[in-house]
């Protein structure tokens, strides 16, 4: 059965429609990735997802509960954490308050605490005291991911982790999610890298224009197809 | 030498002056709201300190620590129900809505006081004063700025050291991004406010002690308020301090040249900081 | 089919008749209307003269004053000045205490400007405060006590004599006519300048900037002259506008000059309630203003306290003012400012917001 799924998923910016009826679902313990070119709806689908925009009823389910209509503070108490796009680091905090704030909502215990974050991340501990935004931007990442792992969430939404960062640091960067996954959480990975999320992904969709246009496991999928669903069909 | 307890005696008076100015400064730094009621909120405290010395017969101070729940409470409530509705883009909402406030506040306050002068009770002890070479100190200056100090201190170790203060300086970067947190930025708004009522009580205190005060002296409190807010910088509350500091040396300076001039000196400080540090003397290094 | 850009309405065509036929029973008033009909309809002008201005500051400007008393203070002074020490007429003076707002709003603008949104908005009550606790120094003018107009001037003020002779008043009731006269032309003047400006090139580049500063300013709009202009010119007229009142007061103080109360909330009230950013909100705020005083006048703090509450209830329901709300639902423009496509096919969505 899915622990999160959204059902026929609409949203709106103003008089823009961003999305059309997007119906997604994750597993326990399953990690799904999102691929799509810019402006295909990933990023509004995960704003819609941890209550950032407001949903239908009904439009997204947790648990076997309706969250749809719950505001994004309810959303994380829930158990549906998010990274958000840009890292949004709150520059008035150091790092290890950066971390604190994470569980603000959501105590209780579980696998991450800090000291789990500073063993996933050890580069952290040593710049615990710094402001969170001095450090360099895979740095950055890391803490936004630290800050959403702190309120252990059941899943775990990943938007545009790799976004403006050198590979080399995408990599060590992924590198946690392994260990994440063995902590019990579920994730959806938003990714405009294809090879990275057909990587880590258990199953992969694809979006464009506001509807996800492919999905499918990784090693079902063939290039053709995800260039079609990317790009729209160009023969 | 009677110039050193001039300054000295401006010093402690601003004090006085930071403590009025402390409330006003936390809440425009988490929620850049400026709120025009607030030297009415000061007087309606007083009031209230005075309502309980004579209806109770309580002590100022204790009638004071009466207050202050009873404040919160008024705070958060002026927040969640009336205030957290004007926040947005636009800046009219929240000038106009607390504008009202202001003239409706004082003249409930002189429909249900009248317009004459009030004064808390005072004691021996607290008209006191003794003499530290050249300078005069009063008990009672010397206690507003030790309350002032305090003030600012616990407001620091709140904002540093707690849950609390996080969530305060998180909601005050990116209330989005603080609700992603699971924090209610209407409700964290709400506490700041109540927060700020808790110390208008104290302002409110050696407000009805130190002189008199009747429905109208408000606005006059706002602005002192006001000054000492912009000429430390937006957000910071030791620079608050030292801008209350620099408006009661100013009016005690001024004073003691041209009794007329005490208010007037304090306003020209004011511009004279504006004019070479338009962003204070300790701006926010992010805003 | 042919295009054109055109503001009228046909209710603002409606309106201009309308208006037409008002304006002249407004002239004609003092014929045959009574001495406290007259004083009200001043009271009444005046007071939507310096909502008018305010309204063009934070309405259009989008530069909430609270210091508008510094300018009505600055030229009622200058007129008390001009008239006791300088021997002028009264009448000539009004407009030349225009002159002495304009001179205290540059340096006012040159602090202000330095801060923005609330901060703007106490920092000009603060320079109000400076110029009044300066003006209380100014003996000649009896310092924080304040003075009268002496009686040989507004006894001997021009036009006083004619008026008392062709409408067979006495000389008190002659003044308040002279009074309400200007008053009148002032306020048909400023509606009719702010109407005008809003059309202009000008206007536009003031909505601009009001709905956004970074936007206007790189389409060529240059924001900085723009407040300029609109401070400076409500600066002006509000000061003309207090040297006015205080004729027709003929007694002074820095106290009533400098209100805060009386210059600057009363009009924020009457710009809120009847509609910010419209013409037509002044008008039907001053309205409401005055009847809301005449009925409760009697009850002193309890007036304003509702206007107070009245104006938080405005802003939080209905945000643009009654007016606004009027006009949503009727699309109702008595001084259309909204450039619009007319012709061809587009006239049968003719007046649909």
Request: aromatic share 10%; glycine share 12%.
């Given at each position: 059965?899915?622990?999160?799924?959204?059902?026929?998923?609409?949203?709106?910016?103003?008089?823009?429609?961003?999305?059309?009826?997007?119906?997604?679902?994750?597993?326990?313990?399953?990690?799904?990735?999102?691929?799509?070119?810019?402006?295909?709806?990933?990023?509004?689908?995960?704003?819609?997802?941890?209550?950032?925009?407001?949903?239908?009823?009904?439009?997204?389910?947790?648990?076997?509960?309706?969250?749809?209509?719950?505001?994004?503070?309810?959303?994380?108490?829930?158990?549906?954490?998010?990274?958000?796009?840009?890292?949004?680091?709150?520059?008035?905090?150091?790092?290890?308050?950066?971390?604190?704030?994470?569980?603000?909502?959501?105590?209780?215990?579980?696998?991450?605490?800090?000291?789990?974050?500073?063993?996933?991340?050890?580069?952290?501990?040593?710049?615990?005291?710094?402001?969170?935004?001095?450090?360099?931007?895979?740095?950055?990442?890391?803490?936004?991911?630290?800050?959403?792992?702190?309120?252990?969430?059941?899943?775990?939404?990943?938007?545009?982790?790799?976004?403006?960062?050198?590979?080399?640091?995408?990599?060590?960067?992924?590198?946690?999610?392994?260990?994440?996954?063995?902590?019990?959480?579920?994730?959806?990975?938003?990714?405009?890298?294809?090879?990275?999320?057909?990587?880590?992904?258990?199953?992969?969709?694809?979006?464009?224009?506001?509807?996800?246009?492919?999905?499918?496991?990784?090693?079902?999928?063939?290039?053709?197809?995800?260039?079609?669903?990317?790009?729209?069909?160009?023969? | 030498?009677?110039?050193?307890?001039?300054?000295?005696?401006?010093?402690?008076?601003?004090?006085?002056?930071?403590?009025?100015?402390?409330?006003?400064?936390?809440?425009?730094?988490?929620?850049?709201?400026?709120?025009?009621?607030?030297?009415?909120?000061?007087?309606?405290?007083?009031?209230?300190?005075?309502?309980?010395?004579?209806?109770?017969?309580?002590?100022?101070?204790?009638?004071?620590?009466?207050?202050?729940?009873?404040?919160?409470?008024?705070?958060?409530?002026?927040?969640?129900?009336?205030?957290?509705?004007?926040?947005?883009?636009?800046?009219?909402?929240?000038?106009l809505v607390t504008f009202g406030l202001s003239i409706a506040l004082q003249n409930a306050l002189l429909e249900g006081f009248s317009a004459d002068s009030q004064r808390l009770p005072t004691n021996a002890m607290t008209t006191a004063s003794f003499q530290a070479g050249p300078i005069s100190l009063g008990v009672m200056p010397l206690l507003t700025f030790g309350s002032a100090v305090l003030v600012i201190?616990?407001?620091?170790?709140?904002?540093?050291?707690?849950?609390?203060?996080?969530?305060?300086?998180?909601?005050?970067?990116?209330?989005?991004?603080?609700?992603?947190?699971?924090?209610?930025?209407?409700?964290?708004?709400?506490?700041?406010?109540?927060?700020?009522?808790?110390?208008?009580?104290?302002?409110?205190?050696?407000?009805?002690?130190?002189?008199?005060?009747?429905?109208?002296?408000?606005?006059?409190?706002?602005?002192?308020?006001?000054?000492?807010?912009?000429?430390?910088?937006?957000?910071?509350?030791?620079?608050?301090?030292?801008?209350?500091?620099?408006?009661?040396?100013?009016?005690?300076?001024?004073?003691?040249?041209?009794?007329?001039?005490?208010?007037?000196?304090?306003?020209?400080?004011?511009?004279?900081?504006?004019?070479?540090?338009?962003?204070?003397?300790?701006?926010?290094?992010?805003? | 089919?042919?295009?054109?850009?055109?503001?009228?309405?046909?209710?603002?065509?409606?309106?201009?008749?309308?208006?037409?036929?008002?304006?002249?029973?407004?002239?004609?008033?003092?014929?045959?209307?009574?001495?406290?009909?007259?004083?009200?309809?001043?009271?009444?002008?005046?007071?939507?003269?310096?909502?008018?201005?305010?309204?063009?500051?934070?309405?259009?400007?989008?530069?909430?004053?609270?210091?508008?008393?510094?300018?009505?203070?600055?030229?009622?002074?200058?007129?008390?000045?001009?008239?006791?020490?300088?021997?002028?007429?009264?009448?000539?003076?009004?407009?030349?205490?225009?002159?002495?707002?304009?001179?205290?709003?540059?340096?006012?603008?040159?602090?202000?400007?330095?801060?923005?949104?609330?901060?703007?908005?106490?920092?000009?009550?603060?320079?109000?405060?400076?110029?009044?606790?300066?003006?209380?120094?100014?003996?000649?003018?009896?310092?924080?006590?304040?003075?009268?107009?002496?009686?040989?001037?507004?006894?001997?003020?021009?036009?006083?004599?004619?008026?008392?002779?062709?409408?067979?008043?006495?000389?008190?009731?002659?003044?308040?006519?002279?009074?309400?006269?200007?008053?009148?032309?002032?306020?048909?003047?400023?509606?009719?300048?702010?109407?005008?400006?809003?059309?202009?090139?000008?206007?536009?580049?003031?909505?601009?900037?009001?709905?956004?500063?970074?936007?206007?300013?790189?389409?060529?709009?240059?924001?900085?002259r723009m407040k300029w202009i609109v401070f400076l010119t409500s600066a002006f007229g509000t000061g003309v506008t207090g040297a006015l009142i205080y004729l027709q007061k003929a007694r002074i103080s820095p106290d009533a000059a400098f209100s805060v109360t009386d210059w600057t909330a009363y009009v924020i009230f009457i710009v809120v309630i009847g509609g910010i950013g419209t013409i037509e909100g002044?008008?039907?705020?001053?309205?409401?203003?005055?009847?809301?005083?005449?009925?409760?006048?009697?009850?002193?703090?309890?007036?304003?306290?509702?206007?107070?509450?009245?104006?938080?209830?405005?802003?939080?329901?209905?945000?643009?003012?009654?007016?606004?709300?009027?006009?949503?639902?009727?699309?109702?423009?008595?001084?259309?400012?909204?450039?619009?496509?007319?012709?061809?096919?587009?006239?049968?969505?003719?007046?649909?917001?």
């Amino acid at each position: 059965m899915a622990l999160l799924q959204t059902i026929a998923l609409t949203a709106h910016y103003g008089d823009f429609q961003a999305l059309f009826g997007v119906d997604i679902e994750v597993s326990e313990h399953e990690t799904i990735a999102i691929i799509g070119a810019n402006g295909a709806g990933k990023t509004t689908l995960m704003r819609s997802i941890a209550g950032v925009l407001k949903n239908a009823a009904g439009a997204v389910r947790f648990d076997g509960v309706d969250v749809g209509t719950l505001p994004a503070e309810e959303i994380v108490t829930q158990g549906v954490a998010m990274v958000p796009e840009g890292r949004k680091l709150f520059p008035s905090l150091s790092v290890e308050e950066n971390l604190l704030i994470g569980a603000y909502g959501r105590k209780g215990g579980g696998y991450w605490t800090l000291d789990a974050i500073y063993d996933l991340f050890p580069i952290l501990g040593d710049r615990r005291h710094n402001p969170g935004t001095a450090l360099s931007g895979g740095q950055q990442q890391m803490v936004a991911i630290g800050r959403a792992l702190m309120s252990n969430p059941r899943v775990l939404l990943c938007d545009e982790i790799s976004l403006g960062l050198a590979p080399v640091v995408i990599k060590d960067i992924y590198r946690a999610v392994p260990k994440i996954k063995k902590s019990g959480a579920s994730l959806i990975v938003v990714e405009q890298d294809i090879a990275q999320a057909l990587a880590v992904a258990d199953r992969v969709y694809c979006m464009m224009e506001g509807r996800v246009t492919l999905t499918g496991r990784p090693e079902s999928l063939n290039r053709d197809a995800i260039h079609d669903a990317y790009f729209g069909a160009s023969k | 030498m009677i110039w050193v307890d001039t300054i000295a005696q401006g010093v402690l008076l601003g004090g006085l002056y930071a403590l009025f100015a402390a409330g006003l400064s936390l809440v425009f730094g988490i929620m850049r709201l400026v709120n025009l009621a607030h030297g009415d909120l000061i007087v309606m405290g007083a009031y209230l300190i005075l309502l309980l010395v004579t209806l109770l017969g309580l002590p100022p101070f204790l009638a004071a620590a009466v207050a202050m729940p009873l404040m919160f409470c008024i705070g958060w409530c002026l927040q969640k129900f009336l205030l957290n509705r004007t926040l947005g883009d636009d800046i009219l909402p929240p000038l106009l809505v607390t504008f009202g406030l202001s003239i409706a506040l004082q003249n409930a306050l002189l429909e249900g006081f009248s317009a004459d002068s009030q004064r808390l009770p005072t004691n021996a002890m607290t008209t006191a004063s003794f003499q530290a070479g050249p300078i005069s100190l009063g008990v009672m200056p010397l206690l507003t700025f030790g309350s002032a100090v305090l003030v600012i201190i616990g407001l620091n170790q709140l904002f540093y050291r707690t849950e609390l203060g996080r969530a305060f300086r998180a909601t005050s970067d990116d209330a989005t991004t603080a609700s992603l947190m699971g924090i209610k930025p209407a409700n964290i708004f709400a506490a700041a406010t109540g927060i700020a009522l808790v110390i208008v009580t104290i302002a409110a205190l050696y407000l009805g002690l130190r002189a008199n005060f009747d429905p109208n002296v408000g606005p006059a409190r706002l602005i002192y308020a006001f000054e000492a807010v912009i000429i430390g910088g937006l957000g910071s509350l030791w620079g608050t301090l030292a801008g209350g500091i620099i408006i009661g040396v100013a009016q005690t300076v001024g004073a003691a040249i041209n009794p007329e001039w005490q208010i007037l000196s304090g306003h020209i400080a004011f511009l004279l900081v504006l004019l070479v540090r338009p962003r204070g003397l300790f701006p926010r290094a992010h805003d | 089919m042919t295009y054109f850009v055109t503001t009228q309405t046909p209710a603002s065509r409606i309106a201009t008749v309308a208006g037409g036929i008002l304006i002249l029973l407004l002239f004609a008033l003092p014929f045959f209307a009574g001495r406290g009909t007259i004083r009200d309809m001043f009271f009444i002008l005046t007071m939507l003269t310096l909502a008018q201005f305010w309204n063009l500051l934070a309405g259009y400007g989008g530069l909430v004053s609270v210091g508008q008393q510094a300018f009505v203070g600055a030229g009622a002074y200058a007129l008390f000045a001009l008239v006791i020490l300088g021997g002028l007429d009264p009448v000539l003076a009004v407009p030349l205490a225009g002159g002495a707002a304009l001179a205290v709003a540059v340096p006012t603008a040159f602090f202000a400007f330095r801060l923005n949104g609330a901060y703007f908005a106490i920092g000009t009550w603060v320079i109000a405060e400076v110029v009044r606790l300066i003006v209380a120094q100014w003996k000649s003018l009896g310092g924080g006590t304040g003075t009268s107009l002496p009686r040989d001037a507004t006894r001997d003020m021009w036009f006083v004599e004619l008026i008392e002779a062709s409408l067979g008043v006495r000389s008190a009731a002659a003044r308040d006519i002279l009074a309400y006269w200007i008053s009148l032309v002032l306020a048909l003047a400023t509606i009719g300048g702010i109407y005008w400006l809003l059309r202009t090139r000008r206007g536009l580049a003031l909505a601009a900037v009001r709905d956004n500063v970074d936007a206007a300013r790189s389409v060529g709009v240059d924001a900085a002259r723009m407040k300029w202009i609109v401070f400076l010119t409500s600066a002006f007229g509000t000061g003309v506008t207090g040297a006015l009142i205080y004729l027709q007061k003929a007694r002074i103080s820095p106290d009533a000059a400098f209100s805060v109360t009386d210059w600057t909330a009363y009009v924020i009230f009457i710009v809120v309630i009847g509609g910010i950013g419209t013409i037509e909100g002044p008008i039907i705020g001053v309205l409401i203003f005055f009847a809301l005083q005449s009925l409760l006048a009697d009850y002193g703090s309890w007036y304003l306290m509702t206007l107070g509450v009245l104006a938080i209830i405005v802003m939080l329901v209905a945000p643009r003012g009654l007016w606004g709300l009027l006009s949503e639902k009727t699309g109702l423009h008595l001084f259309p400012i909204r450039r619009r496509l007319q012709g061809g096919q587009l006239n049968r969505s003719e007046d649909t917001p």
